[in-house]
């Protein structure tokens, strides 16, 4: 499988497949799968983005700094197996002027093969997944799939206003 796009959908009849064959036969093609059903998420989903959990070392130490130095944390989640990931890392945080925003944060790049439960408990279901997290932990912006230099700069940019 072969696509242009970072994100496509699935039809399929439940008849002869299920949700679980195809995820998984998406997965095995090296892209990241989830199912969108439409329905809204419940309010204890919700909470999961709300802000970091404490008891994950990485994630205390990256809270204690950025608190320290004021500075907005950048939660990269990502993966070795990850083609938009390895393509972000060499296009958009290549760039000079993602580089000079992310010096201004508290970058965590969180591998989830490495850091599963992790990952699960903050709720990421495909990948690339960014999130931008206030010195005090709380949730403020999430990035799913690709982004190019120019829109992940504007984003970040953006929040760091705020800091």
């Known amino acids: 499988m072969h ?3 970072e994100e496509f959908a699935v ?9 679980e064959r195809l995820i998984a036969a998406i ?11 439409g329905k ?15 008891g994950f070392p990485l994630l205390d130490e ?22 938009p990931c390895k393509r972000m ?10 580089k000079e925003l992310l010096d201004r944060c508290v970058l965590v790049r969180i591998d989830t093969d490495q850091q ?7 709720g990421v279901v495909g990948l690339p997944d960014i999130r931008f997290v206030s010195p005090d932990g709380k949730m403020i912006h999430q990035l799913r ?14 929040f760091l206003q705020t800091m």
């Open 145 to 158: 799939g690709f982004q190019s230099a120019e829109s992940f700069a504007d984003a970040l940019a953006r």
């Open 27 to 37: 997965k095995e093609s090296g892209y990241t799968a989830q199912i969108v059903t």
């Open 116 to 122: 599963p439960d992790l990952a699960k408990r903050l």
């Open 62 to 83: 990256s809270l204690a700094r950025a608190k320290r130095e004021r500075k907005l944390i950048v939660l990269d989640f990502t993966a070795e197996w990850c083609a």
């Open 11 to 19: 039809t399929y009849d439940t008849r002869k497949a299920t949700p």
């Open 3 to 5: 696509l242009d796009r």
């Open 89 to 98: 890392e060499k296009t958009t945080f290549a760039d000079a002027k993602v």
């Open 40 to 54: 809204r998420p419940s309010a204890a989903a919700e909470t999961v983005f709300a802000a970091l959990l404490p």
